[in-house]
C-alpha cells in the first residue's frame, strides 16, 4: 500500500443501492435456487433456500452433538443468508475448501499465520468486508459458507475436533473470520478501525458487521458508535441479530436494553429497525445509507424461526441439548421433515 | 546534570515525519501525554478518540490490520487496567504492531491511586508477544520509539514527560535487549563485584547515587540499568546475575510483583545463580497521592532504600545517611516540575 495515501480521507463510497444480484460473480453460490415461486426475483429464492439450508444443518448438527447454538441459526439464517446472496460485495473464496488445522497462534514464529478471511474472498480496495462479532454462531456461519459454496460440507467434520481451525467459539483462524471477538463488542470497534484505515487509503469497499443484541450491553458498543459518528466512518454497515436472548435467558429478564435503535441514535449513529426474518426489507434497510453516520440496523427475529418445536424449551434457548430422547426423537422428525420439504 | 523539557514532545514529531503510516490516538490526555505538538503539526494522522480506552485499542488493532502503526497516548494505568482485555485479544493475540506509550508509570505522579500504574509491567509482562520497554532518562525517551518501531509485533512503553533529566550520553541511544552497564567514579567494575544492581526507569538515577556511596566505602557495584523488561535476554543481565559475590538488588518503580524484579528472579532461578536477590519497589501496597521524592522514600524506591539493600546483603553497616547521598548532586538546579499538572 502507499504511505503517501494516508491523510487523504476519502468520501463515502457510493454504494450502489442494487447490490449484486445472485448468480453474479460477486456471489458464488454454486448452486441454482430451487423451489421459486413465479413471482419471487431469483435473489429472493437463493436466500430462502441458504437460510432453509442453514437451519437444516445446524439442527442436524445438534442432532448428531446432542448440543449446539441452534436458536441462534434459527434467528440469524435469513439476515446471514440476505448479506451473503444480495448485499456484500465478496470476491470468490481463496481458502482450502475444508479447512486446514488449527494453524498456530499469530506470532513472531508463525511467519505463515493466516486468518480465516479468505472464505469471504481476497482483501480488494474495491471489495467489501465482513467481520462476524458474536462468534458462538460460529456453526451458523460455517454452515452459511457451505450453502453460499465458500466451504465443503465436508468441513463441518472438523467441528470442534481437537486440533481443528473450526472451533466451536470462532477465533480469527476460524473459516470466514478475519478478527478475534469473542470477548463480545471488540469486534465492532475492530472492524471500525478496519474501515477508517480503508478511508484513508480511499478504498471504496463496504464493511460488514454481524453482531448480536446481548452485545448491546456491553460499554464497548457505544464507545464505538460515538467513535464512529465522531470519525464519521460511515462505510460501515452493522447487522444487529435482535433475537432477545443471551445466555442466562430472555433479556427482558436478564437486563431489557430496548430499544436500541433510540440508544444508538442518541450516541450519534443511525439506526433502523426491521423484521429479522424480511430479506426485502433488510435489503431495503441497508441501501439507505446515512453519510457521515455508521448504520446501525435491528433485525427483530424470533429465535425458534423455521424451527418451532424449539419454543417448548421455554426460555432455555441459548444453547440447546436436548433433555431426553423423546424430545430428541422429535426434533430428528422435524429434521427429516425439512430435508424433505 | 542536565535536564529536557518534553523530549517525548519533540522525539515524535521528529520520529513520525518521515513514517507516514504512525497515526496517534488519544484519550483527552493530549498535551498530558506530549503528544499535542504532533496533533498540531499532523492533524490528519490524529485521531481524538475521548474517554474510551476500550475502543481505542481495539480500534488501534483495526487500524494495525490495515497497515497503520497506531502509536496510542494515555496514563499507562489507563491502558492497562481499563482496557486489559481488549489489549490482550485485538491487539497482543493477533501480534499488531500497535505501540502503548503510557505515561505516568509508579509513584511520578501525585494523582494517587487511580493515577499511578503500579502493576502495569505485570500485566504487560503476561501478554504473548508484547515486548515491554521503560525509559529512564531523556536519551532513553529520544530513541524508544526507534527501538519499538524495529519491532513487528505490540509495544508497551513506559513513557516519561515534563523536565526529564539526561543520564546517559546522546550518542548512545536505547537498544533492544540491551542493558546499560553503567560505570561509577574510578576503577573498571565487571565480573565478581560485590553486589549486582539492576535498575529500571526513574530509579536508575537513584541507584547511580547509592552505587557512588558504596564504592566510597570500597564495595564493588555492577550496576546495569535495564530498559528491555520484556523479553529479559540479555548476556549481560546473565552474567551480573550470576557472578556478584554478595547478591543482586532490584530497584524499580512498580511493585514486586510481576514486574524487573520477578523477571530476575525467574532468570536467576532459570540460570541457577544461587545469589541472595532483595527486590525494591511496593511492597505488594497500593501507594497515594503525594510527591515523587516522598513517596519513593515512604516506599522504598530511593537510594537510601539501594543502600540498606546492600547493607542486608553484606551484612555491614556502611554508615551513608540521607544526607549524604542527597549531596551527590546529580540533578541540580533543574527548572521546578509542576507534578501537579495533569
Known amino acids: 500500500m502507499s504511505t503517501a495515501d494516508f491523510g487523504k480521507v476519502a468520501g463515502r463510497s457510493a454504494r450502489s443501492t442494487g447490490p449484486a444480484g445472485s448468480g453474479g460473480p460477486d456471489c458464488p453460490t454454486g448452486r441454482s435456487p430451487s423451489g421459486t415461486s413465479g413471482a419471487l426475483p431469483d435473489w429472493l429464492a437463493e436466500v430462502g433456500r441458504v437460510a432453509l439450508g442453514i437451519r437444516r444443518r445446524v439442527l442436524d448438527h445438534t442432532l448428531r452433538n446432542n448440543g449446539g447454538y441452534l436458536s441462534q441459526a434459527c434467528s440469524s439464517a435469513d439476515a446471514l443468508a440476505t448479506l451473503y446472496v444480495r448485499l456484500m460485495k465478496l ?11 488449527f494453524p498456530g497462534v499469530p506470532g513472531l514464529d508463525n511467519p505463515a499465520y493466516v486468518t480465516g478471511f479468505g472464505y469471504n474472498g481476497p482483501h480488494e480496495p474495491g471489495l467489501d468486508r465482513f467481520f462476524f462479532s458474536p462468534v458462538h454462531y460460529a456453526l451458523v456461519l460455517y454452515s452459511t459458507l457451505i450453502e453460499v459454496g465458500r466451504m465443503a460440507p465436508d468441513g463441518l467434520a472438523q467441528f470442534n475436533r481437537d486440533g481443528s481451525s473450526v472451533e466451536l467459539i470462532g477465533a480469527e483462524h476460524s473459516p470466514g473470520h478475519e478478527v478475534t471477538a469473542g470477548s463480545l463488542a471488540q469486534c465492532l470497534s475492530q472492524a471500525s478501525g478496519v474501515a477508517m484505515a480503508r478511508k484513508l487509503k480511499g478504498e471504496p469497499g463496504h464493511n460488514w458487521v454481524f453482531m448480536s443484541d446481548g452485545e448491546f450491553q456491553e460499554g464497548q458498543t457505544f464507545e464505538a458508535i460515538a467513535a464512529m459518528a465522531w470519525h464519521k466512518i460511515d462505510n460501515v454497515t452493522v447487522l444487529v441479530d435482535a433475537n432477545a436472548q443471551q445466555c442466562d435467558g430472555a433479556m427482558s429478564k436478564v437486563m431489557a436494553i430496548d430499544p436500541i435503535v433510540d440508544r444508538v441514535r442518541a450516541f450519534g449513529g443511525a ?22 453516520k455508521p448504520l446501525v440496523i435491528v ?40 430435508a424433505g420439504g | 546534570m542536565e535536564f529536557v523539557t518534553r523530549p517525548h514532545a519533540r522525539n515524535l514529531v521528529r520520529f513520525a515525519e518521515d513514517k507516514l503510516r504512525v497515526v496517534v490516538l488519544s484519550a483527552d490526555l493530549t498535551a498530558s501525554c506530549e503528544a499535542d505538538d504532533f496533533r498540531d503539526t499532523y492533524a490528519d494522522r490524529f485521531f481524538s478518540m475521548g474517554m474510551a480506552e476500550q475502543n481505542m485499542v481495539s480500534f488501534a488493532g483495526g487500524l494495525a490490520r490495515e497497515g497503520l502503526l497506531p502509536h496510542i497516548h494515555t496514563f499507562a494505568v489507563f491502558i492497562c487496567r481499563r482496557a ?17 506509550c503510557g505515561f505516568l508509570p509508579g509513584i511520578t505522579t501525585p494523582g494517587g491511586v487511580t493515577h499511578q500504574a503500579t502493576d502495569d509491567l505485570a500485566l504487560m509482562r503476561s501478554l504473548p508477544n508484547m515486548t515491554v520497554l521503560e525509559c529512564g532518562d531523556a536519551t532513553d525517551v529520544e530513541s524508544v520509539l526507534d527501538v519499538a518501531h524495529a519491532v513487528s509485533g505490540p509495544v508497551y512503553i ?9 543520564l ?3 550518542a548512545d541511544p536505547m537498544r533492544l535487549g540491551h542493558a546499560r552497564v553503567l560505570r561509577h567514579g574510578a576503577g573498571v567494575q565487571g565480573g565478581g563485584a560485590d553486589i549486582a544492581l539492576l535498575t529500571s526507569g526513574i530509579c536508575t538515577e537513584e541507584g547511580i547515587r547509592a552505587a557512588v556511596a558504596l564504592r566510597k566505602r570500597g564495595v564493588t557495584v555492577e550496576h546495569l540499568h535495564v530498559s528491555t523488561i520484556k523479553p529479559l535476554v540479555d548476556a549481560r543481565i546473565d552474567e551480573a546475575l550470576c557472578s556478584a559475590a554478595r547478591g543482586v538488588i532490584v530497584l524499580e518503580n512498580h511493585s514486586i510483583i510481576g514486574g524487573l524484579g520477578s523477571a530476575v528472579a525467574e532468570r536467576m532461578a532459570e540460570l541457577g545463580c544461587g545469589r541472595k536477590l532483595v527486590r525494591l519497589g511496593l511492597k505488594d501496597v497500593y501507594a497515594h497521592g503525594a510527591s515523587k521524592g516522598y513517596l519513593m522514600r515512604k516506599y522504598g524506591l530511593d537510594s537510601l532504600a539501594a543502600v540498606q539493600a546492600a547493607e542486608e546483603l553484606l551484612r555491614d553497616r556502611l554508615h551513608i545517611s540521607n544526607e549524604e547521598l542527597a549531596a551527590l548532586d546529580l540533578a541540580p538546579a533543574g527548572p521546578s516540575v509542576k507534578a501537579e499538572d495533569l
Do not use: W
Not at chain 1, 426491521?274 to 457521515?292: L, T
Open chain 2, 84 to 100: 486489559f482485555d481488549q489489549l490482550a485479544m485485538s491487539v497482543a493475540y493477533p501480534n499488531l504492531p500497535v505501540r502503548f
Open chain 2, 168 to 170: 546517559f550520553p546522546v
Open chain 1, 271 to 292: 439506526a433502523v429497525e426491521v423484521d429479522g426474518h424480511d430479506p426485502q426489507a433488510i435489503v431495503a434497510a441497508a441501501s439507505a445509507p446515512v453519510p457521515g
Open chain 1, 91 to 101: 470476491g470468490q473464496s481463496i481458502a482450502p475448501p475444508v479447512p486446514l488445522p
Open chain 1, 299 to 338: 433485525l427483530k427475529t424470533d429465535p425458534c424461526r423455521g424451527i418451532p418445536l424449539l419454543a417448548a424449551r421455554g426460555e432455555k434457548l441459548h444453547y440447546v441439548r436436548f433433555k431426553s430422547a423423546q424430545e430428541e426423537e422429535t426434533f430428528r422428525l422435524f429434521l427429516d421433515r425439512m
Open chain 2, 158 to 166: 513506559r513513557c516519561l514527560r515534563g523536565q526529564v533529566p539526561r
